[in-house]
């Protein structure tokens, strides 16, 4: 039986990323309705890290999936994926109030207009045209 080196919980899509001196490793928790930040000084282990909830889907909106967290000109920002009633999935991004501070509050959720399954690696011209084009969750 395979063990995770790093973490003893199980959730798919995890994704790690460095801000200042410390990892942030950013995955769906709470059945896959809370998107959830995990710190660690280390990229090897996040089993003690300190923990924040960053977003929780609203009701009727669950399958928080495949979060990527990003600073991209200055900004600190958590893409990832959802669905209204296990239909229409969606890319949802999510601002941080303070971007030196990805354990701090985070913005509400804004809805890209098309339909997806994964978030991805944008280069930041593309993901400002993104931002632009959003709209705020449960609306068309």
């Not at 909830?53 to 009727?60: D, K, L, N, R, T």
């Not at 994926?81 to 501070?101: F, L, S």
């Amino acid at each position: 039986m395979f063990t995770n080196p790093i973490f003893d919980r199980n959730s798919a899509d995890p994704a790690a990323t460095r801000i200042g001196d410390f990892y942030y490793l950013t995955l769906s928790e709470n059945t896959e309705r809370d998107l959830t930040i995990f710190k660690s000084p280390i990229l090897t282990s996040f089993r003690d890290a300190e923990t924040k909830i960053a977003f929780s889907a609203p009701e009727g909106y669950a399958n928080v999936w495949a979060s990527e967290m990003h600073l991209i000109d200055g900004q600190l920002y958590i893409y990832f994926t959802m669905d209204g009633g296990g239909k229409d999935h969606r890319m949802y991004v999510i601002q941080a109030e303070d971007p030196t501070n990805p354990m701090g509050n985070w913005s509400e959720a804004i809805r890209y207009k098309y339909s997806c399954t994964y978030s991805v690696t944008f280069h930041h011209i593309i993901v400002n045209n993104i931002i632009e084009k959003m709209s705020k969750p449960g609306k068309p």
